[in-house]
């Protein structure tokens, strides 16, 4: 099995013996143990030899290097170069300002950073505290990490698991397993070996460290502890895998280093033409090459990407999925593969009644989900009343006074203490009109036999107020179908059928639903305790009920959704292969029909494996490292992975997706910390609404870098021309700064808000791989930059001559200014028409932005003191018409384009 971040290595943390398939005794004589236990001396020399039973602390970087870290991106360097240039050219406010934006931008991933390191100890903390061990033939509680392998130990109902363990002994053991294997059911556990190449969740011999004892008790022997154990290989593998980083920023590093290439070329060219070829002085060059350097520089860049994703944050907070990583809320855009954890992701991990099938033949349908007692009992679509139902009330009554679990309404929410599967029954009689405490007290239990895996069904003897006894059976069917010679009908008892019972428990299992029967027999005043005997024959079968996990309906809409938006699911779980095949045909997954086990995986070569992780949708029975193998192999294959999970189990494979999404109500602390999103509501219909986010997230940053980069272009070019042809510079590299740093920067932020596009979850998602700017983009770029070149220069030079050089900056600047601002109007849709005054209207957000660089570039022309800063000077009337005829140019010639581009695609 792999657990390598990007190619498979073989897991060398893995315990060498297969403690599962040894008999008991071989066990003990392996572990050098007897079952007598360990004296102390003994002990304390293993203690010594294989260490603590605590799972091994991974070594971590200190604060300042964490801290450092921060500043090791090209963005960062673009900013810290900007503000070198400057503080040379002596603008320290600017240069304060510039530095702010790079240390929030180092403090907020400082911070996301420290919260991503804690996902190992929240798998430390599902360690035992303490453990019932035997010692010096006395039983004594121990810490949990003084434990060592061959050591007794003793567990029982309420224990959590406090290392790994092989099974000697046990009486009616259960262990909640679901946060190591994904299996919604405890699972029951029993001395005897089982095969080798058993999954996990198969491995009815072993209790592992960290899971729950929820029923019975056992005796049990210490085979791995600490790091060695199976929790501990989970927290090997999550220190071990390679955290991918996002495509927006594999993007932005690769256009950061695009343009620190050109801005670095260009500016040198430049100085030497300047130099070399024109006579200028290398002083005057110098400023030539900081002010084309300044306008090439996209200062604000950095601030509006950190910006958009705040503001995609808060919006999925809204809608319950809480961001731990900013990028996380761009790459969901991308996503192109949900790979989910069925029990508590796709289902409500609260087992469901969902079929009854009667000894009178009728089948019955059970409407509703979860431990609340809302729905009903129907028989072909038509409700019953099972006040009137006598065969009906018998079954949910057995289901309820045959039952050693409770539930109960907390706030609005009904808790289960006990067994899953007596809460679905528990609920089930509730459905039926059955009150608890009066049935109880109705029918007093006089005794019981626990249900025990030898026998494989429970039995409790009632008697009520008139002395007439009954006694009550659930348990496996083929048990019980032994033990019937009856089933009840609506003329009372007859002759058992095993042959149609059989038929209808095979068509319950094949629909992936768990299946009890439930048989009852009459029993005397006298009899006060009961017994095998009594409950071997002469039992009538009242029917059959089937149960499962279900699908949370939500999560069946939102799996609808994804698939229109282009996104393939995959269920990827610890549970039974029938069950996750059901399951997942009622959520509507592609092909549900197709599923592979962990068993299966293990056969496959890492090419074979690629190429069925693309075809087949549903993968049952699985370990933490198919999961991982699973991720590693569908990115291989060039996917861009969200993978959802609530259990430890998916800590790593959380980890190792582009997207991690953990459950936050039910899920474990180790999958929280290893995500970078938790859904607050555990739906996964909220994973759908957060693509949808991280869609319009990275819509809106392409709009914003194809609003600013044609700006920068539009102040470059004009520099360039007015160097190569020997003219005076038409704008200043301070009023480049004022530009870039303040107008662009505020009216892009505003294009973060844009809502979404009508089609946004119609379409598939983008490829990972396509470039930042795209050829559409760089034409646009070019098409824009152009007007934006060709208005500014035209204007300063038509002022130059009869105003003075410092009232044609003047207008130059305000006619750049005015240009972003009719450009805003139609880059807030990339393809359809920005000319729609209502859209406009109702977007306040573009008009205060508009209206506040309108104020600042009032105060730029016309405050004293912002005229001796940036050297400009007032504007006549009539320049101001100018600058508006030019400026809406932009508007107009975009606008043109969209509409030919638009009439292109309708023909395509």
């Not at 996964?684 to 980069?709: C, M, W």
Request: proline share 5%; hydrophobic share 45%.
């Amino acid at each position: 099995m792999a657990i390598a971040s990007d190619d498979s290595t073989p897991d060398t943390n893995r315990p060498s013996t297969p403690w599962h398939s040894q008999t008991t005794e071989d066990a003990l004589r392996q572990s050098e143990a007897t079952r007598e236990g360990l004296s102390q001396s003994e002990a304390s020399a293993r203690l010594e030899r294989h260490g603590p039973n605590r799972l091994p602390e991974p070594p971590r970087r200190g604060p300042l290097r964490r801290l450092l870290a921060q500043f090791n991106n090209l963005l960062i360097y673009i900013l810290l170069a900007a503000a070198l240039l400057t503080a040379v050219i002596g603008e320290w406010v600017e240069t304060a300002v510039i530095l702010a934006v790079v240390v929030v931008n180092a403090v907020i991933g400082f911070i996301q950073e420290g919260k991503a390191e804690r996902a190992m100890d929240a798998i430390r903390q599902m360690l035992s505290p303490g453990a019932l061990v035997l010692r010096d033939g006395h039983r004594r509680t121990i810490p949990a990490e003084e434990l060592v392998p061959g050591d007794i130990v003793f567990v029982q109902s309420g224990d959590r698991i406090p290392a790994d363990l092989r099974v000697l002994e046990a009486k009616g053991l259960l262990i909640e397993e679901a946060a190591l294997t994904g299996e919604s059911q405890p699972a029951e556990k029993r001395r005897e070996e089982v095969a080798q190449d058993a999954s996990l969740g198969d491995r009815t011999s072993m209790a592992y460290s960290g899971t729950l004892v929820t029923h019975g008790q056992g005796t049990c022997l210490v085979v791995e502890t600490g790091g060695k154990t199976e929790l501990g290989r989970i927290s090997h593998m999550l220190a071990e895998v390679e955290q991918l980083t996002t495509p927006l920023l594999q993007q932005m590093d690769h256009f950061a280093k695009l343009l620190s290439i050109a801005i670095v070329g260009v500016a040198t060219l430049t100085y030497l033409f300047g130099t070399l070829v024109r006579d200028y002085t290398p002083a005057d060059m110098f400023m030539a090459a900081v002010g084309l350097a300044v306008a090439a520089i996209p200062e604000g860049l950095p601030a509006i990407m950190t910006v958009a994703l705040a503001i995609g944050v808060l919006e999925m907070a809204r809608r319950n999925a809480i961001i731990r990583r900013l990028p996380a809320v761009e790459t969901l855009g991308s996503v192109s593969v949900i790979c989910s954890d069925k029990t508590g992701t796709l289902t409500r991990n609260e087992m469901t009644t969902q079929a009854v099938i009667l000894a009178d033949g009728r089948i019955l349908e059970v409407s509703g989900v979860g431990y609340a007692p809302q729905g009903e009992v129907s028989h072909d679509g038509t409700p019953l009343d099972p006040e009137r139902d006598e065969r009906l009330l018998r079954i949910a009554r057995a289901a309820l006074l045959c039952n050693d679990s409770n539930l109960y309404k907390k706030e609005d929410n009904w808790q289960l203490e006990g067994d899953p599967t007596e809460g679905a029954l528990l609920t089930f009689a509730l459905k039926c009109g059955l009150d608890p405490s009066d049935e109880k007290q109705a029918w007093p239990r006089s005794d019981l036999i626990p249900f025990e895996s030898e026998h494989r069904f429970m039995a409790t003897l009632h008697h009520d107020h008139n002395g007439e006894g009954i006694i009550f059976l659930k348990g496996a069917p083929e048990r019980i179908l032994q033990m019937c010679q009856q089933q009840l009908t609506s003329e009372g008892g007859a002759p058992l059928d095993e042959s149609y019972w059989q038929q209808q428990i095979d068509a319950l299992a094949k629909r992936g639903l768990r299946v009890l029967a439930l048989a009852q027999r009459a029993s005397s005043a006298e009899q006060q305790t009961l017994n095998f005997g009594d409950v071997e024959q002469g039992l009538t079968l009242l029917g059959l009920v089937g149960l499962i996990d279900p699908p949370r309906p939500e999560a069946i809409a939102a799996v609808a959704v994804c698939h229109q938006a282009g996104i393939e699911i995959k269920m990827i779980t610890g549970d039974h292969a029938i069950t996750a095949g059901a399951v997942a045909a009622q959520l509507g997954i592609h092909h549900p029909e197709k599923v592979l086990t962990g068993r299966d995986l293990d056969t496959l070569d890492e090419a074979t494996l690629i190429s069925k992780a693309k075809e087949v949708n549903v993968f049952a029975r699985t370990s933490p490292e198919h999961k991982l193998r699973l991720v590693s192999a569908l990115q291989s294959g060039g996917a861009v992975i969200a993978m959802t999970g609530d259990g430890v189990n998916d800590a790593p494979a959380l980890k190792r997706a582009n997207v991690g999404i953990a459950m936050g109500v039910k899920g474990t602390e180790a999958a929280k910390e290893a995500a970078e999103i938790v859904l607050a509501d555990d739906n996964f219909a909220s994973i759908a609404n957060a693509v949808e986010e991280g869609r319009r997230v990275y819509d809106n940053l392409k709009k914003a870098i194809l609003f600013l980069l044609p700006i920068n272009a539009g102040e470059s070019m004009a520099l360039l021309i007015a160097i190569f042809a020997g003219f005076d510079l038409p704008i200043t590299p301070l009023q480049i700064l004022w530009v870039n740093m303040v107008s662009s920067v505020v009216l892009a932020l505003v294009l973060a808000f844009e809502p979404a596009e009508h089609n946004i979850m119609k379409r598939p998602p983008r490829d990972p791989g396509e470039p930042l700017l795209s050829a559409f983009l760089m034409w646009r770029l070019a098409l824009v930059a152009m007007v934006i070149t060709l208005g500014v220069f035209a204007h300063f030079l038509l002022l130059q001559g009869s105003h003075g050089i410092e009232y044609a900056r003047t207008a130059a600047v305000n006619t750049l200014v005015m240009f972003e601002i009719f450009y805003l109007i139609t880059a807030r849709h990339l393809l359809d028409s920005s000319l729609n005054l209502r859209d406009l209207l109702d977007t306040p957000k573009v008009l205060i932005s508009i209206s506040i660089v309108l104020l600042l570039q009032l105060g730029f022309t016309y405050l004293p003191f912002m005229q001796g800063l940036f050297s400009t000077t007032a504007l006549g009337l009539a320049t101001w018409g100018w600058i508006l005829l030019i400026a809406v140019t932009v508007l107009i010639v975009v606008e043109i384009e969209k509409w030919w581009r638009r009439g292109q695609l309708a023909k395509a």
